[in-house]
């Protein structure tokens, strides 16, 4: 599948990512998505379930990744170009996770996990001068798995529950303020709150 860089061709992807990623995770299959940019072709490949970067080839083969974390930070003012720029440089032609393919991540396999991420992106890629400060998701994108169980969108196994879909503001603040957690929930909360009610307007 292809991913472009507009709002409503961006929004279709993540409705075919999510589709793939639900239909391989029996079997632990991948999804590729490819990016075209001027003459450049950049494909990146993703394991099931959970959206799991693992690959990408820059044109001259594919290189397999040897770690998955995001590493460094993502950035404080992050528009269109910067994920265009993001998915032509992929991994440099390393095996390790850089800030680039931490930003590819964002575009693709946090935003399919999460409506909030979603909308914020949606918004940078509708308007050339906006940005988004990708920094301010980073709870967001380390709590996915442990919100996601918390409200039973995986099984005991670990596998899809048939009513799973992206996670929204409400779910976030169910986790959060659930007397297991063990974080701040008050500012946790208020973060969530903040992303999701008013998700991107750092406008130059």
């Not at 959970?50 to 040897?66: H, K, Q, T, W």
């Amino acid at each position: 599948m292809q991913i472009i860089l507009s709002t409503a061709r961006y929004t279709e992807f993540l409705k075919e990512f999510r589709l793939a990623d639900r239909q391989n995770a029996a079997g632990k299959g991948e999804t590729e998505v490819v990016y075209a940019s001027g003459n450049a072709t950049r494909r990146y490949f993703y394991r099931a379930p959970n959206f799991e970067l693992i690959a990408y080839d820059l044109g001259g083969g594919r290189i397999n990744l040897v770690d998955y974390n995001h590493v460094g930070t993502l950035g404080t003012a992050v528009g269109s170009t910067n994920f265009d720029g993001a998915l032509l440089a992929g991994g440099g032609g390393g095996k390790h996770m850089t800030a680039e393919l931490s930003r590819v991540v964002a575009l693709t396999s946090e935003a399919a996990r999460s409506s909030v991420v979603e909308t914020a992106i949606k918004n940078v890629l509708g308007s050339a001068g906006r940005t988004v400060n990708l920094d301010r998701f980073a709870l967001l994108f380390t709590s996915y798995k442990h919100t996601a169980k918390h409200i039973r969108y995986f099984d005991a196994s670990g596998a899809y529950a048939p009513g799973w879909r992206p996670l929204r503001r409400d779910d976030y603040i169910r986790y959060f303020s659930d007397g297991s957690y063990t974080g701040d929930t008050t500012a946790h909360c208020a973060l969530v709150r903040s992303l999701a009610d008013a998700p991107n307007r750092e406008d130059p």
